[in-house]
Protein backbone atom coordinates (compact mmCIF):
# COMPACT_ATOMS: atom_id res chain seq x y z
CA UNK A 1 0.00 0.00 0.00
CA UNK A 2 2.70 2.76 0.87
CA UNK A 3 4.60 1.79 -2.74
CA UNK A 4 0.82 2.75 -4.11
CA UNK A 5 0.72 5.72 -2.36
CA UNK A 6 4.44 6.89 -3.35
CA UNK A 7 3.69 6.80 -6.89
CA UNK A 8 0.66 8.64 -6.78
CA UNK A 9 2.11 12.64 -6.55
CA UNK A 10 4.28 11.49 -9.74
CA UNK A 11 1.09 10.58 -11.51
CA UNK A 12 -0.59 14.25 -10.72
CA UNK A 13 2.97 16.26 -11.72
CA UNK A 14 3.14 18.37 -14.23
CA UNK A 15 5.57 17.54 -16.89
CA UNK A 16 7.25 21.75 -16.37
CA UNK A 17 7.88 20.80 -12.79
CA UNK A 18 11.42 20.95 -12.17
CA UNK A 19 11.81 17.78 -10.07
CA UNK A 20 9.65 15.70 -12.50
CA UNK A 21 11.78 12.68 -13.26
CA UNK A 22 11.79 14.26 -17.37
CA UNK A 23 12.69 17.62 -16.52
CA UNK A 24 16.32 16.99 -17.22
CA UNK A 25 15.67 16.14 -20.59
CA UNK A 26 13.90 19.26 -21.69
CA UNK A 27 15.96 22.13 -23.43
CA UNK A 28 15.61 25.25 -21.90
CA UNK A 29 15.82 28.40 -23.85
CA UNK A 30 18.77 30.19 -22.14
CA UNK A 31 19.57 34.11 -22.78
CA UNK A 32 22.96 35.24 -24.31
CA UNK A 33 24.33 38.41 -23.08
CA UNK A 34 24.49 38.07 -19.17
CA UNK A 35 25.93 41.87 -17.31
CA UNK A 36 29.06 38.92 -16.50
CA UNK A 37 29.88 38.70 -20.38
CA UNK A 38 29.75 42.18 -20.60
CA UNK A 39 31.92 42.77 -17.42
CA UNK A 40 34.54 40.36 -19.09
CA UNK A 41 34.66 41.83 -22.23
CA UNK A 42 35.33 45.13 -20.89
CA UNK A 43 37.58 43.93 -18.55
CA UNK A 44 39.48 42.68 -21.59
CA UNK A 45 39.48 45.90 -23.34
CA UNK A 46 40.40 47.71 -20.15
CA UNK A 47 43.98 45.82 -19.81
CA UNK A 48 44.64 46.39 -23.47
CA UNK A 49 44.28 49.91 -22.96
CA UNK A 50 46.84 49.54 -19.57
CA UNK A 51 49.04 47.74 -21.76
CA UNK A 52 49.20 50.63 -24.32
CA UNK A 53 49.88 53.09 -21.52
CA UNK A 54 52.41 50.61 -20.45
CA UNK A 55 54.27 50.56 -23.29
CA UNK A 56 54.32 54.47 -24.13
CA UNK A 57 55.57 54.75 -20.78
CA UNK A 58 58.16 52.38 -21.47
CA UNK A 59 58.90 54.00 -24.56
CA UNK A 60 59.09 57.37 -22.87
CA UNK A 61 62.15 55.71 -20.13
CA UNK A 62 63.36 53.55 -23.23
CA UNK A 63 64.09 57.02 -24.95
CA UNK A 64 65.66 58.66 -21.68
CA UNK A 65 68.02 55.98 -21.25
CA UNK A 66 69.23 55.96 -24.72
CA UNK A 67 69.27 59.94 -25.38
CA UNK A 68 70.76 60.65 -21.92
CA UNK A 69 73.38 57.66 -21.74
CA UNK A 70 72.01 58.17 -18.49
CA UNK A 71 72.26 54.56 -16.41
CA UNK A 72 71.11 55.38 -12.96
CA UNK A 73 69.86 53.08 -10.59
CA UNK A 74 66.72 55.03 -10.63
CA UNK A 75 66.07 54.70 -14.25
CA UNK A 76 67.01 51.39 -14.06
CA UNK A 77 64.68 50.33 -11.22
CA UNK A 78 61.77 52.04 -13.49
CA UNK A 79 62.58 49.29 -16.64
CA UNK A 80 62.74 46.73 -14.38
CA UNK A 81 59.29 47.79 -12.90
CA UNK A 82 57.81 48.36 -16.13
CA UNK A 83 58.66 44.88 -16.91
CA UNK A 84 56.95 43.27 -14.05
CA UNK A 85 54.31 45.42 -15.24
CA UNK A 86 54.24 44.17 -18.67
CA UNK A 87 54.50 40.16 -17.28
CA UNK A 88 51.50 41.13 -14.92
CA UNK A 89 49.36 42.63 -17.80
CA UNK A 90 50.22 39.62 -19.94
CA UNK A 91 48.60 37.28 -17.22
CA UNK A 92 46.03 39.36 -17.13
CA UNK A 93 45.10 38.91 -20.88
CA UNK A 94 45.77 35.41 -20.99
CA UNK A 95 43.52 34.66 -18.31
CA UNK A 96 41.19 37.31 -19.70
CA UNK A 97 40.84 35.33 -22.98
CA UNK A 98 40.33 31.85 -21.54
CA UNK A 99 37.10 33.14 -20.04
CA UNK A 100 36.33 34.32 -23.29
CA UNK A 101 37.29 31.17 -24.76
CA UNK A 102 35.18 29.99 -22.55
CA UNK A 103 32.08 31.86 -22.84
CA UNK A 104 32.33 31.66 -26.73
CA UNK A 105 32.25 27.83 -26.46
CA UNK A 106 29.50 27.71 -23.97
CA UNK A 107 27.56 30.11 -26.53
CA UNK A 108 28.43 27.84 -29.67
CA UNK A 109 27.19 24.58 -27.83
CA UNK A 110 23.88 26.50 -26.93
CA UNK A 111 23.57 27.55 -30.50
CA UNK A 112 23.67 23.92 -31.57
CA UNK A 113 21.10 22.40 -29.06
CA UNK A 114 19.02 25.26 -29.70
CA UNK A 115 19.06 26.66 -26.14
CA UNK A 116 19.32 30.09 -27.55
CA UNK A 117 16.34 32.02 -27.51
CA UNK A 118 17.22 35.27 -29.72
CA UNK A 119 20.40 33.09 -32.15
CA UNK A 120 21.17 36.36 -34.25
CA UNK A 121 22.32 38.07 -31.41
CA UNK A 122 24.31 35.15 -30.04
CA UNK A 123 26.15 34.76 -33.64
CA UNK A 124 27.17 38.64 -33.58
CA UNK A 125 28.20 37.82 -29.55
CA UNK A 126 30.38 34.65 -31.26
CA UNK A 127 31.80 37.20 -33.62
CA UNK A 128 32.26 40.18 -30.99
CA UNK A 129 34.19 37.68 -29.09
CA UNK A 130 36.20 36.07 -32.06
CA UNK A 131 37.32 39.91 -32.91
CA UNK A 132 38.19 40.30 -29.12
CA UNK A 133 40.60 37.14 -29.23
CA UNK A 134 42.13 38.16 -32.44
CA UNK A 135 43.18 41.85 -31.13
CA UNK A 136 44.10 40.00 -28.04
CA UNK A 137 46.63 37.53 -29.81
CA UNK A 138 47.94 39.86 -31.52
CA UNK A 139 48.32 42.30 -27.79
CA UNK A 140 49.98 39.06 -26.70
CA UNK A 141 52.47 39.20 -29.03
CA UNK A 142 53.25 43.10 -28.58
CA UNK A 143 53.64 42.50 -25.05
CA UNK A 144 55.81 39.55 -25.38
CA UNK A 145 57.55 41.97 -27.90
CA UNK A 146 58.25 44.19 -25.03
CA UNK A 147 58.99 41.97 -22.53
CA UNK A 148 62.13 41.00 -24.38
CA UNK A 149 62.78 44.57 -25.36
CA UNK A 150 62.60 45.53 -21.58
CA UNK A 151 64.76 42.71 -20.54
CA UNK A 152 67.53 43.78 -23.07
CA UNK A 153 67.76 47.21 -22.41
CA UNK A 154 67.54 46.40 -18.32
CA UNK A 155 70.83 43.67 -18.82
CA UNK A 156 72.54 46.59 -20.91
CA UNK A 157 71.59 49.22 -17.98
CA UNK A 158 72.66 46.67 -15.34
CA UNK A 159 75.95 45.93 -17.50
CA UNK A 160 76.64 49.99 -18.07
CA UNK A 161 75.96 50.29 -13.79
CA UNK A 162 78.56 47.73 -13.55
CA UNK A 163 80.87 49.00 -16.01
CA UNK A 164 80.41 53.14 -14.54
CA UNK A 165 80.97 51.91 -10.98
CA UNK A 166 83.43 48.59 -10.80
CA UNK A 167 83.74 48.95 -7.06
CA UNK A 168 79.89 48.04 -5.88
Not at 42 to 65: A, G, P
Not at 82 to 89: A, G, Y
Not at 95 to 102: E, P
Not at 123 to 138: A, C, H, M
Request: hydrophobic share 25%; aromatic share 6%.
Amino acid sequence: MNARQSSNPLDKMQENDSRHPYSAYSPKKISVLSPKDLKDNSVHKKIIQRIKQTETDFNKLKKESFTDGNTSKKIHKKIQKSCNKFRSLNRELKNSQVTMKKEREWIKKGLKRGEIENESEAQTYVKSFDDELKIGRQERRNVANLLSDCRNIAREGKKLQTYNNPIQ
